[in-house]
């Protein structure tokens, strides 16, 4: 092992380390993630890829049991940079958590075990439970600058709602050059087909970008949609387009 801790570290409740109380201030800590796994074993948990955390570097304040605390600091990690002022609770299989996260350019996919997420760099506040989306239940407040999701980047992106069985139910909005609009209401994966139900005004919606067209082609307009579906050919349901406004190369429409 090559971990090594500075600071001032005050311990209560040993021998029974599940009932140890840590209070410490950290000048700097420096682990891996496979070394807090063999050092303290609680913190292994199926939702965490700690084995990817190759390097961390801590700076902060650590204060609670080894599975039930709360830090605020720095984190330089050999998956990106954070900032995290967070309760964490990881007695249950589904960690529970309340906080404030910063992260620049966070390899947040590859340490959640989450193949269609990147790296992602953002400012928000999170409340809840579970890291995938069969057990996620979480209230997030967050503006995220960038995001890759399938390979995709997107950017300038703001999020306040309820993440909760496989459901979005809230307000996103998205000021990416390529797809920007304000959506409010409930996006539902749960079941065989998605089902959306929102009202949304699309800014800038770029067709071509995402594959959709081959040549440019942009569209803007006010859109009601209360469907299932996933393919022109599944679509069940209603939607209302009103005020389009089509931009080809050639004109407008």
Not at 108 to 130: A, E, P
Request: with cysteine.
């Amino acid at each position: 092992r090559s971990s090594s801790l500075a600071g001032h570290v005050s311990i209560k409740g040993l021998p029974d380390i599940n009932e140890t109380i840590f209070n410490a201030d950290i000048t700097q800590l420096v682990t891996s993630g496979s070394d807090l796994n063999a050092l303290i074993p609680q913190t292994k948990v199926e939702a965490v890829a700690w084995g990817e955390l190759k390097s961390i570097r801590f700076k902060g304040q650590y204060s609670g049991r080894v599975n039930d605390f709360h830090t605020k600091g720095d984190l330089l990690t050999s998956l990106g940079n954070a900032y995290v002022d967070l309760d964490l609770n990881l007695n249950s299989k589904s960690p529970v958590y309340a906080g404030e996260i910063r992260t620049e350019n966070f390899f947040l996919g590859k340490l959640i075990r989450q193949s269609t997420i990147g790296h992602v760099s953002m400012n928000g506040k999170i409340n809840g439970s579970g890291f995938d989306l069969n057990s996620l239940n979480t209230k997030v407040n967050a503006t995220v600058s960038k995001i890759e999701i399938d390979q995709i980047i997107y950017r300038n992106l703001t999020i306040n709602g309820l993440v909760s069985n496989r459901k979005f139910d809230g307000i996103f909005v998205s000021l990416d050059s390529n797809m920007a609009f304000n959506f409010n209401g409930v996006l539902d994966i749960s079941g065989k087909m998605p089902s959306l139900h929102f009202n949304s005004r699309i800014l800038r919606f770029d067709l071509q970008k995402f594959g959709l067209t081959k040549e440019s082609t942009v569209i803007s307009c006010l859109a009601s949609l209360n469907f299932r579906g996933n393919t022109i050919d599944n679509f069940l349901g209603e939607a209302a387009l009103r005020n389009i406004v089509l931009h080809t190369k050639d004109k407008t429409l």
